[in-house]
C-alpha cells in the first residue's frame, strides 16, 4: 500500500496518535525508546499476556499517546525519530484512512476524478 499520509498533507491534528488502544511494540522499537528517551520500558509500554508474548504503548488516561505533546493545540511527536514501526508506516490498513481528514480529502479527490 502506498503511504497515503506524507509530511506535506499531514496537519498534525495528531488524530492518528490518540485513542488506539493496542499499538504493538517490537524489542527493536523498545530498543530504540529505551535508549532516546533514557525511559525503563515499563514506563511506556504494558505487557500482553504472558512475559515474552509482546507489549504494548501505554497511552494517558486522555487516550493521547504518553509521547504526544500538546502546546495550545499544537501536537508533536516526542520520539518522532525513534517512534515504532506502526508509527512510522501509519496508515497501514484501508480502516485506518478515515482517521485523518488530510487522507479522507485526499482520497474522495482520487476517487472523483
Known amino acids: 500500500m502506498d503511504k497515503m499520509i506524507t509530511s506535506e498533507i499531514c496537519k498534525k491534528c495528531a488524530e492518528c496518535c490518540k485513542n488506539y488502544p493496542y499499538i ?31 507489549y504494548f504503548l501505554k497511552f494517558k488516561d486522555n487516550g493521547d499517546c504518553i509521547f504526544l505533546n500538546e502546546n495550545n493545540g499544537d501536537y508533536s511527536c516526542g520520539v518522532y525519530e525513534s517512534r515504532s514501526g506502526i508509527c512510522r508506516n501509519y496508515p497501514s490498513k484501508p480502516s485506518q484512512n478515515e482517521v485523518c481528514d488530510s487522507n479522507r480529502a485526499m482520497i474522495l479527490s482520487n476517487n472523483s476524478g
Open 24 to 54: 504493538e511494540l517490537s524489542q527493536d522499537d523498545i530498543y530504540e525508546l529505551e535508549k532516546l528517551t533514557g525511559l525503563s520500558s515499563h514506563v511506556f509500554t504494558n505487557q500482553k499476556g504472558e512475559v515474552g508474548e509482546g
